[in-house]
């Protein structure tokens, strides 16, 4: 019988607890014959979604006052800071970062007010240190070796999810209630970024046939079509796209190539008109959006009843979202209310990273924010690698992503990030030579 909550139901302890001690099995196998870097990588991730897995735990609070996922966060980035190599991509990474904490720190300054931003420091500073883990794992074990160990931490939450799909045990989605089956997690965003990571990390991974990585992509698209969290399933869409082309463009002649990833683009837009009738009336809204563009100029007050649902009501947040920095001072114009504002002031966090960034931090925060999707994209553009048209693909549907939900505002979007961005330098930076060391002109010649 289906069981169907509000909250997120748990799985059975009979279940999760022999699953939770297979799994630490699992992890600890994982680490074997690696470097440090990639099992700092491997356990960082492995933690997270099995704390993901344990929302009723990790929500509540520590000794430490912080909850518990607020305080293993801190502890893998002082940890993940102890064992960070010097390399070249730290001034790439750090440097396109740099902009978006500083105006972070600014706009604290101007608003009188660090908690939020506290927090947001220390996700981006979890960005930063999971993506460079991630470059010196791959430098010193090889992207596939690495790549293959991460993917399989992810067994748990297909594992769990599984449960939740035999037993009937299923989530009310926050949209319409209809049913979504996550496996124990907290909801179905974060849980729909945890399989969308596992699908990168497929589709990434230079070792894996492409048979395997389309096996792999199904079942990751079946179980984010199963989470019930549409957002997630336009996301899919460009990686899988990506590993389409990839795949029909390297079974065939290098001088055949062009033609074959015409033919998969094509192939691939003669399955479009397929989405709305596997998605039903999920898609009604853009068409309605599109035929009546005026709306998204709408005041809050002036949307009618009709108007507040399109889109699970993200047109009305939104509005609300603009307006209210319309309304404020020309400094916050430029450094926002401060980092997490939307705390106490609204039910609903803003479900589209720029429109919440422009709330939170200003033109300024969304100049920054812009710069670093813009760099990291261009490091994919320009990288000279097999898996330049995968990455490009990957990047697009992150960007996507951010317009409908808030990825940098879940540990699991950052973790989807930090990998994405680890290999698009790593990628980048092995197409390009070495910088020769500088001759010390003080030492003595040889005789």
């Not at 179905?188 to 497929?202: C, D, P, Q």
């Amino acid at each position: 019988m289906l069981a169907l909550t509000v909250g997120s139901p748990p799985i059975p302890q009979f279940l999760m607890v022999p699953t939770m001690m297979l799994y630490c099995v699992l992890v600890a196998l994982l680490c074997l014959r690696i470097g440090r870097s990639a099992q700092f990588l491997v356990i960082a991730c492995a933690v997270r979604l099995a704390m993901s897995a344990l929302p009723h735990f990790s929500f509540s609070a520590s000794p430490a006052g912080l909850s518990w996922n607020a305080l293993v966060s801190v502890l893998v980035v002082g940890l993940g800071i102890l064992q960070l190599r010097r390399s070249r991509a730290v001034p790439i990474v750090v440097g396109a970062i740099a902009p978006l904490l500083l105006v972070i720190l600014l706009s604290a300054t101007f608003n009188d007010d660090a908690s939020g931003s506290t927090e947001s420091l220390v996700k981006y500073a979890y960005f930063t240190v999971i993506a460079l883990a991630a470059y010196d794992a791959f430098v010193a074990d090889g992207a596939g070796k690495v790549l293959i160990r991460v993917l399989l931490t992810f067994l748990l939450p297909l594992l769990l999810q599984s449960y939740s799909l035999v037993l009937g045990i299923a989530k009310a989605t926050e949209s319409d209630g209809s049913a979504s089956y996550i496996g124990g997690y907290n909801h179905e965003a974060s849980f729909s970024i945890i399989l969308l990571t596992a699908l990168l990390a497929a589709v990434l991974n230079p070792d894996l046939r492409r048979l395997v990585k389309l096996a792999i992509a199904v079942v990751c698209i079946g179980g984010i079509a199963a989470a019930n969290y549409r957002t997630a399933i336009i996301t899919a869409a460009p990686i899988t796209l990506g590993l389409l082309v990839s795949v029909l463009t390297s079974a065939v002649r290098p001088s055949q190539r062009p033609v074959a990833t015409i033919l998969g683009g094509l192939l691939v837009l003669a399955c479009l008109p397929v989405l709305p009738i596997v998605a039903g009336d999920r898609f009604d809204a853009i068409s309605t959006i599109a035929s009546h563009p005026e709306i998204l100029t709408k005041a809050p007050a002036e949307f009618s009843r009709d108007d507040q649902a399109l889109l699970s009501g993200r047109l009305l947040l939104w509005s609300q979202y603009v307006t209210a920095w319309e309304e404020s001072t020309p400094r916050q114009h430029m450094f926002g209310y401060g980092a997490n504002a939307w705390e106490g002031r609204y039910r609903y966090y803003a479900h589209n990273t720029l429109i919440s960034t422009l709330y939170e931090l200003g033109l300024l925060g969304v100049a920054a924010m812009l710069f670093l999707w813009l760099w990291m994209f261009w490091l994919a553009l320009t990288a000279r690698t097999p898996a330049r048209f995968v990455l490009i693909m990957a990047h697009l549907g992150f960007f996507l992503l951010n317009m409908a939900t808030m990825p940098f505002w879940m540990i699991e979007g950052l973790l989807f990030y930090s990998l994405l961005c680890g290999f698009t330098v790593h990628a980048s930076l092995m197409t390009r030579p070495a910088p020769r060391p500088v001759a010390n002109l003080a030492a003595p010649h040889p005789v």
